[in-house]
């Protein structure tokens, strides 16, 4: 070997170890000492991409993180975000932090493309805390990057009053997270100019919003979109969310003059105690989550449907989907009568009117022909929710991107059954998908994975299948560049022939058209959709 070659050679050599990722990141502020481990996976776990949000920065906007000095070990993920139901010692209020998930041997120039999930939980709790990346980046072959967060939930999320409090705030939180992912990941190895949102439930409603925020202006956080079961719940204003606030203050003692002062000068133990769901204003039940963003006339400015039919969105790659049964989990097994059902739909969409509900009946005929008899109509009610509030909306996306965008435009139905939710009577449940694309062993504390799809189930055939698809779109935008081999190449959503994939049974793909009865039905939601408050 020639000498000037040798030295080329250690040059190069040395010039990689000095650029190469450290587990200890420096970012300026803060410095965190993340852990690699055997599988070629570096984490940094409880980064805190906010100030923690206590004292007088409760209800308030998320502010930048304090700076810390030496090495903070960040081994640990920090606590999710208090919600509906959690006792006040089970997490905490300061909980505003992210996880990085990272192939270990990288350089700080490798430019990855970065997947940032955003969790669901109705907007009232976080669904899906911890969610590991692993999974996903070994499914990539090491060749992305993933991103968790924690964020404001129930009142201390979604709480205004119309004057001092900030609507919306834990929107703000991750778009926070966005903006911080945005200024560091580069230091992790990568590419802030190719982030791909993620999402389930909540966490897609969230995209749908990220989509159309402040008059769908692109502040170019994210380039692309994956999202499972896109949620449009009813959208108050922020006056007719008042009431909210009022019964809060009622609740802790604080009726008069100085609510908000009263109210933050309260425990969280104090504040959970009091946070339960109450009616819409002319409902007769509490919804099953009653804080939601609200139209704030800034980030939120249109209700869903007509933001996504006037074109109001930011035109990107996009993946939208659901599962066959997405109303079993969360409507009431016992409804019994037609008069239970419109009840329930009543207390979830109060501006329903009875017309509406007599038309939904009619496109919702109880398939049940036990009636009279117990839960006779849970399936009925559960059809009509599960399409009113998660498929209807998804399809509408879909045709919305492409009819406006130039980008691919994605859908899928996810048709994978366990055998234990069959006879439990809830087919192929609300987000079940999260289990195959993120793997059974990663979905965190929250998670209960189906028995099925752990290694020797009858569904872990389905996990290689949907990851490659996931990580093919998160690398190059589409799902078929490094689709799983055998797999179903992924058609294209037409408005025209409403076609998607189709995931089933045994890893099984095909494309599927959607049927009539669902394009009927999902029209009609459409076009009752700003109606309604969707």
């Not at 249109?302 to 039919?309: I, K, V």
């Not at 009619?362 to 109509?377: D, E, I, M, V």
């Not at 059974?440 to 698809?469: D, E, F, K, L, T």
């Not at 081999?485 to 994939?501: F, M, T, V, Y």
Request: contains cysteine; hydrophobic residues 35%.
């Amino acid at each position: 070997m020639k000498l000037g070659c040798f030295f080329q050679i250690a040059l190069c050599f040395l010039f990689s170890l000095v650029i190469a990722v450290s587990s200890v990141v420096d970012l300026s502020c803060n410095k965190y000492a993340g852990a690699s481990s055997s599988d070629g996976i570096t984490r940094w776990l409880g980064l805190r991409y906010a100030a923690p949000p206590l004292d007088e920065l409760r209800f308030m906007p998320p502010e930048d993180p304090p700076c810390t000095s030496g090495v903070q070990v960040a081994n640990a993920h920090g606590p999710y975000c208090l919600g509906m139901n959690d006792p006040a010692n089970a997490s905490s209020e300061d909980c505003l932090f992210l996880d990085v998930y990272a192939p270990t041997n990288i350089t700080v120039f490798a430019k990855l493309p970065v997947y940032f999930f955003i969790q669901g939980g109705g907007f009232n709790t976080n669904a899906n805390p911890d969610f590991d990346g692993g999974g996903l980046i070994a499914a990539s072959g090491h060749r992305i990057i993933v991103v968790t967060l924690n964020y404001r939930v129930g009142p201390f999320g979604f709480l205004t009053d119309g004057d001092a409090i900030t609507p919306n705030i834990g929107l703000l939180d991750q778009r926070k997270a966005l903006e911080w992912v945005h200024d560091y990941i580069s230091l992790f190895g990568g590419d802030p100019n190719h982030v791909v949102l993620g999402g389930a439930s909540a966490g897609a409603g969230s995209i749908s919003i990220h989509l159309t925020a402040y008059n769908a202006k692109d502040s170019h956080l994210f380039q692309a979109a994956a999202a499972e079961s896109v949620s449009f719940a009813t959208v108050l204003t922020v006056e007719e969310s008042q009431y909210q606030f009022d019964n809060l203050a009622i609740q802790l003692g604080c009726a008069g003059t100085g609510p908000l002062a009263c109210i933050k000068s309260k425990t969280a133990a104090e504040i959970q105690a009091a946070n339960v769901n109450i009616p819409y204003e002319g409902a007769a039940s509490a919804p099953l989550y009653m804080w939601s963003p609200v139209i704030d006339d800034d980030m939120i400015t249109d209700y869903p449907y007509d933001s996504f039919a006037k074109g109001k969105f930011i035109k990107v790659p996009l993946i939208v989907g659901d599962d066959t049964n997405e109303g079993t989990v969360f409507t009431p097994q016992t409804t019994s009568t037609i008069g239970q059902s419109d009840s329930f739909l009543k207390s979830q969409f109060p501006f329903l009117n009875l017309d509406q509900l007599g038309r939904i009946n009619a496109l919702y005929p109880n398939p049940n022909t036990t009636c009279p008899s117990s839960g006779c109509y849970w399936r009925q009610v559960a059809n009509a929710y599960g399409d009113m509030r998660y498929t209807c909306p998804g399809t509408f996306i879909s045709s919305a991107m492409a009819n406006y965008g130039k980008a691919g435009s994605y859908s899928y139905r996810y048709n994978v059954e366990d055998p234990a939710q069959v006879a439990a009577g809830y087919g192929v449940p609300h987000t079940v998908e999260l289990n195959a694309i993120w793997g059974p062993q990663n979905v965190g504390p929250r998670g209960s994975p189906p028995a099925s799809y752990y290694p020797g189930g009858v569904n872990a055939a389905v996990i290689p299948v949907i990851q490659a698809y996931w990580t093919s779109f998160i690398r190059s935008f589409d799902p078929n560049k490094y689709r799983h081999p055998g797999s179903a190449k992924w058609e294209e959503w037409s408005p025209q022939r409403q076609d998607r994939l189709l995931f089933g049974t045994g890893g099984n793909t095909t494309m599927e058209l959607v049927d009539q009865t669902t394009k009927t039905r999902c029209q009609y939601f459409a076009s009752i959709g700003a109606d309604v408050k969707q």
